[in-house]
């Protein structure tokens, strides 16, 4: 910061020494100590809250694009659900219609409506030669 050389220091000195005079030259000298002291400690202070402040700074701009990507990453996964689902989806419900107009059309032609409910059991009973075509051995 300052450049001093020995020989400035020399000068400091003796011209301290002969303004204060040599009985308060060093309860002066050590006031100075103290006081640089605490201008260190508070350069440093100062210095080390910046740092802080960067790192948190950048800490931040870090949560910032880690929270872009997951989003991202989010909405590109609820994309390929999406499609994957829609995908399969309407090839199973074309399945599905296709399995229920099939048994609807077999229960149709196969089985003979009911007109009435059967009042007796020797009624609902149906022979054997009416399902097969072939009579009973």
Known sequence: MFDIGFSELMVIGVVALLVIGPEKLPRVARAVGHLLGRAQRYVNDV???????????????????????????????????????????????????????????????????ITEAPTSLAEAVVPVTEVTGKPAA
């Open 47 to 113: 210095k080390s809250d910046i740092n802080r402040e960067i790192q948190l700074d950048e800490l931040k701009k870090l949560q910032a694009e880690v929270t872009e990507s997951a989003r991202s990453l989010e909405d590109s996964v609820r994309k390929e659900y999406e499609t994957a689902r829609s995908a399969i989806e309407v090839p199973a419900q074309a399945a599905v219609a296709e399995l229920n107009e099939a048994v609807q059309h077999v229960t149709q032609t196969t089985v003979a409506p």
